[in-house]
């Protein structure tokens, strides 16, 4: 059963950082696609960086560029996005997703995680 699990949210004020993590487990996951997305309450799911498991190709959303990066450790099976800079626009749940198609879009990840709430206090 493949499970993805996050960690590292919480609330922290604004210029602040966090460290999130997504635990991946369940099948080998050489190959996919390791993304991050968050959604604020109502609004759509949002793409923020996705890196390929086994190469790198980091890209960003516009609106983290230069503040957050992703990164992988492959031994542990777990992908992190370090967040500094934080804004108060950052406040959303953060889910992390795996697919086997490289693109930006929610909808062709396979596997998702069950989020962590991050909150940016002005």
């Known amino acids: 059963q493949v499970q993805l699990v996050e960690s590292g949210g919480g609330l922290v004020q604004a210029g602040g950082s966090l460290r999130l993590s997504c635990a991946a487990s369940?099948?080998?996951?050489?190959?996919?696609?390791m993304a991050w997305f968050r959604q604020a309450p109502g609004t759509e799911r949002e793409f923020v960086a996705r890196i390929f498991w086994t190469g790198g190709f980091t890209v960003y959303a516009d609106s983290v560029k230069g503040r957050f990066t992703i990164s992988r450790d492959n031994a542990k099976n777990t992908v992190y996005l370090q967040m500094n800079s934080l804004k108060p626009e950052d406040t959303a749940v953060y889910y992390c997703a795996a697919g086997q198609r490289i693109t930006v879009v929610a909808r062709t990840y396979d596997y998702w995680g069950q989020g962590t709430q991050v909150t940016v206090s002005s």
């Open positions: 369940g099948r080998t996951f050489s190959g996919y696609t």
